[in-house]
């Protein structure tokens, strides 16, 4: 059974680029959440995708945005890149929405930003 | 959101005991108690929770305070692959927020 599956793992761009990262839900959930991990703090909640749509959102600008597809895989998308963007992406599945207490974790898609 | 307190880090030596403390006096009565580790270099892992009575698993062990203000998670006997950043989240199953809110955790080291 896979777990979460991300890609790519690692990417480097430059400021003012966009950038798509992907993500596969564990098998039978079907609600994606994504998370920002900055150099040494804990994960920052971006957004969560349910049934196809944006259902909650942390505090991250409209740069931020997201899409999930009918078979649950979802995409975050950051629109004119800044040097602050440089983070691990995290994308977390859970069966459902209440269920977000224990989330499975992908290993990340690094981006660097120059 | 409850607010929690965690040490910066800790240290253990292999194969000892590890109690790992939190502090969350602001916690709901409806808020369970989540635990995530993170491995160097991989996403976050679930741990154990509780709400108000201790639980066990494979991986661990919850103690949950009396008056819930605090937990300890316990791992028996540490080892290398315990070395990790360990979070401590309260999280409310019955409301509108579906996501986990994590602080900066506990970095453990586990000495050979």
């Known amino acids: 059974d896979a777990g979460v599956t991300q890609s790519p793992t690692h990417l480097i761009k430059t400021r003012g680029q966009q950038v798509t990262l992907r993500c596969s839900p564990k098998s039978g959930h079907d609600t994606v959440s994504w998370y920002q991990q900055a150099l040494g703090q804990g994960p920052q909640f971006i957004f969560q995708y349910y049934e196809e749509e944006e259902r909650q959102r942390g505090n991250f600008p409209d740069r931020f945005s997201g899409h999930q597809f009918p078979n649950y895989s979802s995409e975050l998308n950051v629109n004119a890149l800044l040097l602050g963007d440089s983070a691990l992406y995290l994308c977390?599945?859970?069966?459902?929405?209440?269920?977000?207490?224990?989330?499975?974790f992908g290993e990340g898609s690094r981006l660097t930003v120059l | 959101d409850a607010k929690t307190t965690q040490p910066n880090s800790m240290e253990s030596n292999e194969e000892e005991p590890v109690h790992l403390p939190c502090n969350h006096s602001?916690?709901?009565?409806?808020?369970?108690i989540h635990w995530y580790r993170q491995l160097p270099s991989q996403g976050p892992e679930y741990v154990i929770h509780g709400l108000t009575s201790n639980v066990n698993n494979r991986m661990a062990s919850l103690a949950i305070a009396e008056d819930r203000k605090s937990s300890t998670l316990i791992l028996h006997r540490a080892t290398l692959r315990d070395a990790a950043v360990y979070y401590c989240?309260?999280?409310?199953?019955?409301?509108?927020?579906?996501?986990?809110?994590f602080g900066k955790g506990t970095k453990l080291s586990v000495k050979p």
């Open positions: 989240i309260p999280f409310y199953y019955g409301g509108s927020q579906g996501n986990l809110i």
């Open positions: 977390a599945s859970s069966p459902g929405r209440r269920g977000a207490g224990e989330l499975f």
């Open positions: 602001t916690i709901s009565g409806t808020d369970y």
